[in-house]
């Protein structure tokens, strides 16, 4: 199946991750399409209810960790690292508005829990955004 050029900032992490900027209905069809079976949302939706329902309609799973854009935290990546070894070895597709958080989370991830070498964790990151200096605390670049 092809990649999905219509989902904003879509990125195949590996045969099990993909992540995405705002997802929408034809975006949460093609996501159960492919076999996802978890949404995990790092963002914030005007219209949360109706997104629940239209992904578990699909039956996949919803898992919500609220990231302040301004202002993550150490609490939101330990949740977030949770939730990636409970799903380990399960579909899964990791969002926000922008694939922003998203990123930067898998980042951190990639890094300082799998080990990977700074440049290849830093490559993923860097083909959705170059991080603002707010985000450099987190990002332990400070």
């Given at each position: ?93 990791i969002h926000d508005r922008f ?44």
């Open positions: 199946m092809a990649e999905p050029i219509e989902i904003y900032n879509w990125l195949r992490i590996n045969d099990y991750i993909t992540t995405s900027g705002m997802i929408n209905d034809n975006n949460i069809r093609y996501l159960a399409d492919i076999g996802v079976g978890h949404i995990v949302d790092l963002g914030m939706s005007n219209d949360l209810a109706q997104k629940v329902a239209s992904i578990m309609a699909k039956g996949m799973d919803y898992i919500h960790i609220f990231v302040q854009y301004d202002n993550p935290s150490e609490e939101n990546f330990e949740e977030f690292c949770g939730v990636l070894e409970t799903l380990k070895g399960d579909k899964i597709h694939n922003f958080r998203t990123s930067a989370f898998l980042y951190r991830y990639h890094r300082d829990i799998l080990g990977w070498e700074e440049p290849k964790a830093r490559e993923l990151l860097e083909r959705i955004w170059d991080p603002y200096p707010n985000w450099y605390k987190f990002l332990k670049w400070e």
